[in-house]
């Protein structure tokens, strides 16, 4: 969950997050380096008087600067493509959640189930209770079992919109006619926010996405519930 003043990223729920900001340190402390280095050259070159002939031609240090930037890319190239194959593998998910982005809610079926869907609709700030967040909070959260693999089938009835929940490292566009489909695992139970990530219209801030990672049998007794009041 953000708070205000944050600076970072929000706590990793899922281990997608984790590498994500495994990642994000990593190439920070990079360009940090890179920085540094840039800003002691500069302030050594303005501030010096003195002059090396062999600073201003030397064939070793052109070698230098050109392998050098090389090798920084691949450093960065590597760890991002083997991110990029894991927020893409799909094994066999032990849930399968269909998610429709409409102007301006969401709906969601289970679809491993036989009559389990439902609308979800922000609540209005007036009819707001103590505790809840404003602008965040969604009269039906998708309810998924913590520590399973899930997986989302996101598409759109009408425009674009983008169903994205940060704590758990998605974000997936939801395009009208087309299916997209992505995975994640919740790796303990809570409450993780998110919001439509494509503006689709005068209600745009007004979609939020809430889900809700519970222990297995938990899950179990809010899906028999549901299925009972449809």
């Known amino acids: 969950m953000a708070h205000p003043l944050q600076l970072g990223f929000q706590d990793a729920a899922s281990p997608v997050m984790e590498e994500l900001l495994h ?26 008087k ?18 050098l930037p090389a090798i920084i890319l691949i450093l960065i190239a590597l760890p991002s493509l083997r991110i990029l194959y894991l927020m893409d593998e799909i094994n066999n998910p032990h849930l399968t959640v269909k998610a429709i982005g409409h102007q301006w809610y969401w709906s969601y079926e289970y679809t491993d189930y036989e009559n389990l869907e439902f609308d979800s609709y922000m609540i209005n700030t007036q009819d ?15 309810v998924i079992p913590a520590e399973s693999p899930i997986r989302v089938l996101v598409s759109a009835e009408d425009v674009l919109h983008s169903w994205a929940v940060p704590a758990l490292g998605v974000k997936m566009d939801a395009v009208p006619g087309r299916l997209n489909q992505t ?3 919740a790796s303990h139970p809570g409450v993780f926010y998110g919001q439509c990530s494509e503006i689709c219209g005068a209600n745009h801030s007004f979609m939020p996405i809430v889900v809700e990672a519970t222990p297995l049998e938990h899950f179990e007794n809010w899906s028999s519930m549901m299925l009972e009041d449809a």
């Open 23 to 48: 990642f994000h340190d990593h190439a920070l402390m990079i360009v940090f380096l890179i920085s540094t280095l840039v800003l002691y050259i500069i302030v050594a070159m303005v501030s010096t």
């Open 183 to 185: 995975a994640f695992i």
């Open 128 to 142: 707001l209770t103590p505790g809840q967040f404003r602008l965040l909070e969604a009269d039906h959260r998708m």
């Open 50 to 67: 003195l002059t090396n002939k062999y600073l201003l031609d030397s064939q070793e240090i052109e070698i230098i600067w050109t392998i």
